[in-house]
């Protein structure tokens, strides 16, 4: 056999739609596209004439999984041209309503989406019908989450409460107490679920990453920061486009990034975990050092331990910001609009979300540029299922084609938001 | 008393996916359920139906029928229908995750609307707008 060729037209158990093509001649991989088809391109041409009031509701539809993690990068890109900082109390809520997005996001990939590839399962739905207390424990922490994006942000799903300045409303003080009781309970599941995936049956497999994520003074950096690399690059967001440049690969609609001229860096769990995990809180380190996990990660397939520990510390940051919550004198800061640019980025669950904004006097974006972490991660994971790919060509092809749907799993990609269709196929040619 | 919960799918943005939330604003405020719009989350799916006597779940559908072709099937008891739907876990894959983990309703009524067009952006294509009548009726003669 000297050609072969895999084609997974719909991953499973990846956000969204997309497919996988490999090729390989001759024991050499000479091709690899991961297809993705990604919405961003059509909200930025939707965004261009509307007021600037308007992107954070827009944006957050781009997301089932991660609204807020649109709000917040749209919002602040927005204040950054406004000239108005959203600090105290306000900013506390944001991070609030982040944190809840992170513990949804997570739960449901850890639980649903990535245990069954550990567990010998081809679905969640396959684990739940074996270890449905395990299942219902991910279901829970993941409600602890919805609940908590449910008190600040309005709704779970597109949170309707943020607006560029703050929020429409700020919860009181005893709207937030049912939640803190319920995210008590998720933080004791969450180091629950710190041992047990740490105790999954890794393969050994390491790679030389360039991690990329922002960074904070003053927090495991989520909701703003500078932009990091692990080589040691920093810069303010407002440098994002001289050093992040996109460009279309004809097998995809997404745009493939290149950091300073150079393709395949790695943002996500891995990568703030590497680049901030000593900002990670008391309780989180304790419970990363009884597993003996060091501060940095470079196994994908661990990247399910990472997100357990980042659910722990969301929980346990946003207990403690409920703890010390005073309801702000007024929901919002004012923002009147100029002309302008701004940036604006944040820490989605899956990784760094910029987003570009110009606007014209009026108000009105005259421009719009959205570069969310799958784009960025594309060929990073191209590169994953190469490595994977190319010692294994002797497998049969259906294995083979499990073993890069699983690679493609490590990294959660949100290929795209949200057709109720998806088709899977797999062939020879 | 009997608890009825009436679910609509969809997303705005893709065209005759919308259709389910479209039949949920239709019936917002009736009395005799609760109505509820699932933006593809699966689990707040399973967790609206827990403990209902009655779930009926409106989604759009892509099999090849001529668009507007309204179906209803018995959700608890149809064949699984396969991959589909957002964010990794389908409809189907929901009724079943409910099923392993008995939290399924006492009824589960599916109504589909064959969709035409799913592109981004696009609105709500005649004949399946022309369709919410029709499925707001058969809604109220099954709760």
Known sequence: MTHKTIRVGGLSRVEGEGSLFIQARQGRITDVQLNIYEPPRFFEALLRGRAYTEPPDITARICGICPVAYQMSACQALESICDVTVDGPLRDLRLLLYYGEWIESHALHIYLLHAPDFLGYPSGVAMAADHRDLVERGLALKKAGNELVAAVGGRAIHPINVRVGGFYRAPSKRELTPVAERLRRARDAAVATVRWVAGFDFPDIEHDYRFLALTHPGEYAILSGDVATSDGLRFPIADWPSHVVEEHLPHSTALHARLDGVAGYLTGPLARYALNSPQLSGLTRQAAAEIGFGPICRNPYQSIIVRALETLHACDEALRLIDDYIEPDRPFVPAEPRAGIGHGASEAPRGTLYHRYRLDAEGLIAEADIVPPTAQNQARIEDDLRALAEPRLALPTAELAALCERAVRNHDPCISCSAHFLDLHIHHD | ?143
């Open chain 2, 1 to 143: 008393m009997t608890r009825t919960v009436v679910i609509g799918i969809g997303n705005d943005y893709r065209g005759d996916d919308a259709i389910g939330l479209a039949v949920a604003r239709l019936l917002r405020g009736v009395t005799y359920a609760e109505v509820v719009e699932n933006g593809g989350d699966p689990i707040a799916l399973i967790d609206a139906w827990t403990g209902a006597d009655l779930a009926i779940v409106i989604d759009a559908t892509r099999s090849g029928c001529p668009p507007g072709t309204v179906t209803v099937h018995d959700g608890l008891h149809a064949e699984p229908t396969g991959h589909g739907s957002t964010h990794a876990l389908s409809l189907a894959d929901a009724i079943e995750l409910g099923r392993a983990l008995d939290r399924l309703p006492a009824r589960l009524v599916v109504i589909g609307i064959e969709g035409a067009d799913f592109t981004l952006g696009a609105p709500l294509s005649p004949p399946v707008e022309a369709t919410l009548p029709e499925i707001a009726r058969t809604i109220e003669a099954t709760a």
